[in-house]
């Protein structure tokens, strides 16, 4: 088996004359969970369906397992989908659904209850394989879907947004049940989603889609922390933009200008004298101050309270800048704070430590 599951070299997509996917490049690792995030139509489920047989692209390759998959029906790529709405047979109990790929190979009657046993017990459904469906809550249904999937030993599951039918709670369980689900199984899994944190929490890589291209591939914490460019940070999570421009240039150490107050930053990347750039901040690392000396506000920036919003752990403060800008702070609590007590209108100051910005070249907005 290959050190990539599947590659993708120069795939495209148009119907008509509307391009949906356009020159896409992606290796997908054996064995790992990859996450296609991005927004509705960016074209996530589209490329799905082109690893899976579902569709054929308009140019270039898709190799799965180091074979050129051209023209290759779905039953004959050894990958797997689970759909949105499961798809899950009505009138069959949990144990006809998950041996209806089998029954269909004819494979012997033994064969069958042993590997269905075996699949229901890894997503903890053996003593419900006499229900049917509707007998189900839809984390078991859900269950019973990937099960389903993957009782027929696949390459590569697939999961189309499987978890966005699910009320908070269940779907927050069954992002852990999923992820321990495929270590367990070793199997590489493609999972769609459009949602930041869902994507974050449960993948080894991301792929941040933007309008059929890619626009980043990377750890979870690599595309949070290190976007490539304005889209992906603007995409993933909260982020607080200034405008700004380079001021001086001392290997790492950048001066950059802020709201007119210089200041310091840090970037692994080249940039020149006078370019114009974006400082992305986080609001996490976003600190306000009530109280400052006047030697410290220097190099902060002043505004006033816009909102506060009370999290349990954190407050969430929005605040206005002296340019009627306005930015997300978190205040986290701690030892010390029994309460973070914020008035809407009240003055403060917002400042950041050196070297938690991302410094971006600039962007139209």
């Given amino acids: 088996m290959t050190t990539n599951i599947i590659e993708l070299h120069d795939v495209s997509k148009s ?43 308009t140019t270039g390759k898709i190799f799965i397992n180091g074979k050129n998959v051209d023209g290759l029906p779905p039953h004959k790529r050894h990958v797997h989908t689970v759909f949105q709405s499961y798809a899950l047979f009505p009138h069959m109990t949990v144990f006809e659904n998950v041996a209806f790929g089998l029954r269909c190979r004819k494979l012997p009657k033994a064969e069958i209850a042993t590997r269905v046993a075996e699949v229901l017990k890894i997503v903890k459904l053996e003593k419900f394989a006499q229900r049917k469906p509707d007998q189900l809550s839809g984390g078991q249904q859900q269950r019973v879907a990937v099960a ?62 933007h309008e059929g291209g890619i626009e980043q591939v990377g750890t979870p914490r690599q595309v949070y922390e290190q976007p490539q460019n304005l889209t992906v940070a603007n995409f993933i999570g909260e982020a607080n933009i200034f405008d700004s421009e380079i001021l001086s240039i001392e290997g790492k150490q950048l001066g950059v ?109």
């Fill in 148 to 209: 389903r999937a993957v009782v027929n030993r696949p390459l590569v599951l697939l999961l189309d947004e499987p978890l966005s039918s699910l009320d908070y709670r269940l779907r927050k369980t069954m992002q852990i049940e999923l992820k321990q689900l495929q270590r367990k199984l070793g199997i590489t899994f493609i999972f769609v989603t459009h949602d930041q944190e869902e994507a974050l929490s449960m993948s080894d890589r991301v792929v941040v889609m």
């Fill in 15 to 57: 119907i008509h004359d509307h391009v949906i996917l356009h020159d896409l490049n992606l290796e997908v690792r054996n064995g790992e969970f990859l996450t296609l995030l991005g927004p509705s139509g960016c074209g996530k489920t589209t490329l799905l369906r082109l690893i899976s047989g579902f569709e054929n692209p």
């Fill in 257 to 365: 200008n802020i709201l007119g107050k210089p200041r310091n930053a840090k970037s692994s990347r080249s940039f020149e004298l006078g370019q114009k750039v974006h400082i992305l901040v986080r609001p996490e690392d976003l600190r306000v101050w009530k109280q400052v000396d006047v030697d410290d506000s220097k190099d902060m920036l002043p505004g006033t309270v816009e909102e506060v919003i009370y999290k349990g752990t954190t407050v969430d403060l929005m605040v206005r800048l002296s340019n009627n800008q306005i930015v997300a702070a978190t205040e986290f609590f701690d030892e010390d704070d029994d309460k973070l007590e914020y008035a809407i209108g009240e003055p403060v100051f917002a400042t950041w430590v050196p070297g938690w910005e991302v410094v971006l070249p600039h962007e139209t907005l």
